[in-house]
T-cell receptor
């Protein structure tokens, strides 16, 4: 099956700092999504980004499918950004299959 | 829309008992997914449906697990008999051509 590796596994930052989270995957994919799991356990979809670049407020993501990696950028971090960030991939386009998740990056933003 | 709805939110049961988890997807979504999250194995796909038809159940751990989707607005995941190693958070998610939206999860504890 597809292997998904995320780095770093843990990250501690001060409020206001910027960060880059990386996701490497082992096969060609047509479905890549980033999620944030907050401290209460809720999984929030951040981006559906099988290729290209998207931005949503302080967050942006870039996927280079040909090189099998994706990056999630968080700028001007806030304490509410704390939690675990997951990258998840699938083979089918249009989101038409289940996702394989990485182990996540655990982010702590300190005030 | 109310989002994906799961019930119950918490379930504590004894080994050997039958457990039924329920999910109502977002109206209009044609894909429904069941995932399980544990500390040891992370987030893993169990089964998914398209237009109420099971497409891939290769992630279902064993015959004790079964899932149904009798109509577009309801799905169940049943474990019979339950075992302590089934303790986990079970998530349901739905999608339509792209982003997957997760429910709040059911935390299952089997003693």
């Amino acid at each position: 099956g597809i292997q998904v590796e995320q780095s770093p596994p843990d990250l501690i930052l001060q409020e206001g700092a910027n960060s880059t989270l990386r996701c490497n995957f082992s096969d060609s994919v047509n479905n890549l999504q980033w999620f944030h799991q907050n401290p209460w356990g809720q999984l929030i979809n951040l981006f559906y980004i099988p290729s290209g670049t998207k931005q949503n407020g302080r967050l942006s993501a870039t996927t280079v499918a040909t090189e099998r990696y994706s990056l999630l950028y968080i700028s001007s971090s806030q304490t509410t950004d704390s939690g675990v960030y997951f990258c998840a991939v699938g083979l089918s386009g249009g989101g038409a299959d289940g996702l394989t998740f990485g182990k996540g990056t655990h982010l702590i933003i300190q005030p | 829309d109310a989002g994906v709805i799961q019930s119950p939110r918490h379930e504590v049961t004894e080994m050997g008992q039958e457990v039924t988890l329920r999910c109502k997807p977002i109206s209009g979504h044609d894909y429904l997914f069941w995932y399980r999250q544990t500390m040891m194995r992370g987030l893993e796909l169990l089964i998914y449906f398209n237009n109420n038809v099971p497409i891939d159940d290769s992630g279902m751990p064993e015959d004790r697990f079964s899932a149904k989707m009798p109509n577009a607005s309801f799905s169940t995941l049943k474990i019979q008999p339950s075992e302590p190693r089934d303790s986990a958070v079970y998530f349901c998610a739905s999608s339509i051509m792209g982003e997957q939206y997760f429910g709040p999860g059911t935390r299952l504890t089997v003693t």
